[in-house]
């Protein structure tokens, strides 16, 4: 129903900044989440944080809170993941994925709870 394409990663060094981009393709409704997940190798993929479609407020692991901001613009049809004072420990292949279900209970933050992702792209960062 969705396709999801995530493009900006690459290299960068600690402390830097990186903006991911996702873009969607089929038709989106408000009730929709979007969602950034990652996984380090060795790791299980983690939530990183998401945003309705409809717009409000995004919600954000503890671990990237105060430093990740999340946005969508609704005209391009692009979910953003902005990603401030990086460190090692962001070094992951970042997903970007979407819950399309018309009914929830609280906003989704697991994996099983996104039905669509994208292929990923990867974020290294250098110390």
């Known amino acids: 129903q969705v396709q999801l394409v995530e493009s900006g990663g690459g290299l960068v060094q600690a402390g830097g900044s990186l903006r991911l981009s996702c873009a969607v393709s089929?038709?989106?409704?408000?009730?929709?989440?979007m969602g950034w997940f990652r996984q380090a190798p060795g790791k299980e993929r983690e939530f990183v944080g998401a945003?309705?479609?409809?717009?409000?407020?995004?919600y954000y692991a503890d671990s990237v809170k105060g430093r990740f901001t999340i946005s969508r613009d609704s005209a391009k049809n692009t979910v953003y993941l902005q990603m401030n004072s990086l460190n090692g420990e962001d070094t992951a292949v970042y997903y970007c994925?979407?819950?399309?279900?018309?009914?929830?209970?609280?906003?989704?933050?697991?994996?099983?709870?996104?039905?669509?992702w994208g292929q990923g792209t990867q974020v290294t960062v250098s110390s």
């Open positions: 089929g038709r989106t409704f408000s009730t929709y989440y």
């Open positions: 945003i309705k479609w409809s717009g409000g407020t995004a």
């Open positions: 994925a979407a819950d399309l279900r018309s009914w929830r209970v609280g906003r989704p933050t697991t994996t099983t709870e996104y039905g669509y």
